[in-house]
């Protein structure tokens, strides 16, 4: 199904003025019959009543064919059950009255922005709530409970920026666009997150290639997010709509390893730094040993100076002050 755009000028007004016009006519026409057949008039004055009558019936039909769009707004238009076509440029429209305006998703409220449901439609606007909005709108679906690649259960939410771009695929191809699209961002998100791990790995494929790389959800999101957004747009092609973008709105480790995770994090922070710390202190004990005997400060023997090291180790890896001992004897 493709898109067929009524490419008609927007005479709305002109209309209204021609029916209401006709309708004065009509009306004016019953009432002049009427009183010139209460006064023996001839039978033509009562075919003057009926077709009056006739018109002001029908008149009320005709203006079923008023038509309002706002700027990016269109509507799908259908007639005896055929596609009949689009209208999508602002203005006022007069269209064949018994066109009806056809879009599955209206009532639809997915707590998205620009999606609400207009229960209250008037019954001089019956194609009220029916209008497809072609503005870009944002999805945001529920937080999801996800395995990624090493099995961890991670909780992941985004945002979606989307728009309808074919309005005939939209309501004619899939039976709701917009629960179509919520199922296929779902769908999406977990064949993606399934090949990331949560935080770099060791020995982790993410790209296919069957090297090793240091792809994650929480280090490479806007590798993340771009599969994700071209994964959606390749299964909501057929229902007329353009992915935008795709944003990770949270990202979180499960609640049940939640603890355990932290944990892990917070022993391999206190191990780099310990690294860090031991690698400090080594030089700065190699160096103390140079100067000591670049100058000649004081001859020691290799037993001397495994006590020196270990006793500025102990004093530059503590975790505490160290108290010295001070010796005020000889040296041996």
Same mark, same amino acid.
């Given at each position: ?29 019953? !009432? ?16 003057? &009543?009926?077709?009056? !009558?006739?018109? /002001? ?11 309002? +769009? ?15 076509? #689009? +209208?999508? @440029? ?22 998205? =922005? ?6 209250? %439609? =008037? ?9 497809? %909005?072609?503005?870009?709108?944002? /999805? ?23 728009? *309808?771009?074919? #309005?005939?695929?939209? $309501?004619?191809? *899939? ?6 699209? =919520? ?5 999406? /998100? ?21 090297? %090793? ?6 280090? %490479? ?6 599969? !994700? ?13 353009? &992915?935008?973008?795709? @944003? ?21 922070? !206190? ?6 710390? *031991?690698?400090?202190? *080594?030089?700065? $004990?190699?160096?103390?040993?140079? @100067? ?23 004093? +530059? ?8 001992? $001070?010796? =005020?004897?000889?040296?041996?």
């Amino acid at each position: 199904m493709q898109e067929k755009l009524i490419d008609k000028k927007p005479r709305g007004m002109l209309a209204l003025i021609v029916l209401v016009a006709a309708f004065i006519a009509a009306a004016a026409l019953a !009432i002049f019959c009427g009183l010139a057949l209460e006064n023996g008039g001839s039978k033509w004055y009562a075919v003057g &009543i009926v077709a009056g !009558i006739v018109y /002001l019936v029908v008149g009320f039909v005709l203006l079923g064919g008023l038509k309002v +769009l706002k700027p990016q707004e269109a509507v799908v238009l259908t007639l005896f059950g055929k596609y009949y076509g #689009t +209208l999508r @440029r602002e203005g006022f429209y007069w269209v064949n009255p018994f066109c009806q305006s056809f879009n599955p998703a209206a009532k639809t409220v997915l707590g998205q =922005s620009s999606d609400v449901a207009n229960e209250k %439609s =008037s019954a001089n606007q019956p194609m009220n709530g029916m209008k497809i %909005s072609l503005k870009v709108m944002t /999805l945001s679906n529920a937080k999801q409970k996800i395995n990624d690649c090493l099995g961890n259960p991670v909780e992941i939410g985004i945002a979606v920026t989307w728009r *309808v771009v074919d #309005t005939a695929k939209a $309501v004619f191809n *899939v039976d709701n666009y917009k629960e179509f699209l =919520s199922l296929q961002c779902d769908a999406a /998100l977990r064949d993606v997150v399934r090949i990331y791990p949560y935080d770099v790995a060791p020995n982790v494929d993410t790209t296919g290639d069957g090297q %090793s790389d240091d792809g994650s959800l929480r280090g %490479s999101s806007e590798v993340v997010t771009q599969r !994700i957004r071209d994964k959606i747009q390749e299964n909501v092609k057929a229902a007329g709509l353009e &992915i935008i973008d795709a @944003r990770i709105t949270y990202l979180a480790y499960a609640p049940e390893i939640a603890a355990a995770m932290l944990q892990r994090q917070q022993a391999s922070a !206190i191990i780099d730094a310990r690294k860090m710390i *031991v690698d400090g202190a *080594v030089g700065m $004990v190699e160096m103390a040993l140079e @100067r000591l005997a670049q100058n000649n400060t004081v001859e020691l023997d290799e037993e001397r100076k495994a006590a020196m090291v270990s006793n500025l180790l102990v004093v +530059l890896c503590g975790n505490k002050d160290a108290q010295p001992v $001070v010796n =005020s004897g000889s040296l041996y």
